[in-house]
Every structure is written in structure tokens, then in C-alpha cells.
């Protein structure tokens, strides 16, 4: 048992912490981009809301509980993540100081993508089930494994965030624009990339 736990955990996180599944990891750079390290109680609360999300759905989906048209969440998941940048671009342009408060509108947001980006995660886990499998263990492992990677994206980008503002002088705006810009332009070659007769 426990080396099926471990072999889904590691499928889970490397299905988020790897660059063929970059359209996940490319939401969560997003989701951090306007936060520096010592506001890390909000970046782990969106985080949390995020994984809320896309458990919720994860669980319903694998356990064929939900169904939904696969194209359609394809696309919808680089929608999240433009999104997502548009809204750092109006934080970044207002000049206004984020609150400090851990639960806002953003975490409801985030929860709600995480529905979104739950169902593109259980297109992968279904691919790796067998027909009648008792997937409870393996859909625990797996979520955890999501998790982790989640949590090491996030840690890798403070620290890059922190050598860059903190000991090379790139302001932290500038930080926040180049991360949206990137994550944006990425999400919109995405889009493009989408078969939308099979959505509509």
C-alpha cells in the first residue's frame, strides 16, 4: 500500500513541477508574481484556496462523479491564467497598497480556478487508472503530490524573487510586470493553440 501511495504522490508531483504540464505551473508563477516573501501568509492562503478548488473537482471527476467536455477545460485553464495576469496588471497600475488581509475576493477567485484546473488534472490521473480500481488511495497520493509541487513553485519563485529585488536591484514592479507579462504571453500562445470546434 504504501508504495502505491508514494508512486501516486510522485505522479502528482511531477505533473505540476514539469514543463510538459507547464500550463499548471505557469497559473500558480502567475498567482505569486505581485507577492514578495514577507507576505507570505496571503501567497499561502491563495495557494489554499487554489487546492480547495481543484480537490474538490479532482475527486469528482476521477470518481466519475462529474463530467465535462475535455476541450472545453483545455481551454478554459490558459483563460485562468490571462485572467489572472490582467488582474496584476490593475494591482500594478493602481499605485494602491495591497490590504493585508489573508482572505479576500482574490481566494474566491483562486478557489474557483482551482475547479477549473481540478478537472484538467483528473484528465491525467483517469489516463493512469485501471478499469474498477479502488482509487481512494491513489487519489489522496496524488492530490498531495499536487500539492508539493505547488508549494516547491512557490518557494522557487520567492527566492528568485528575492536574489532579484533584494541583492541585483530589479524593482519589485518590474519583477511583477516581467513574471505577467511572461505567464500572459504563454496563456495566450496557448489559446491559440486550442481546437475550437471541439469546444463549441
Known sequence: ????????????????????AYDHMVFVLAMCAVFSGSEWRRILALVTSFTLGHSVTLALSTLEMIRFNTALIEFLIPVTIVCTCLYNFTQLGNGKKKGSA????????????????GMGFSNYLKSLLGPGQNIVLELLAFNIGIELGQLLIVALVLLLNLLLTGFLSVKKRDWALGISSAAGAIALMLLLEQDFSAIF
Open 1 to 20: 500500500m504504501s508504495s502505491v501511495f508514494f508512486t501516486y504522490l510522485q505522479l502528482g508531483f511531477h505533473h505540476i513541477f514539469n514543463l510538459q
Open 102 to 117: 489573508l482572505w479576500s475576493w482574490n481566494n474566491l477567485f483562486a478557489a474557483a480556478f482551482g475547479l477549473i484546473h
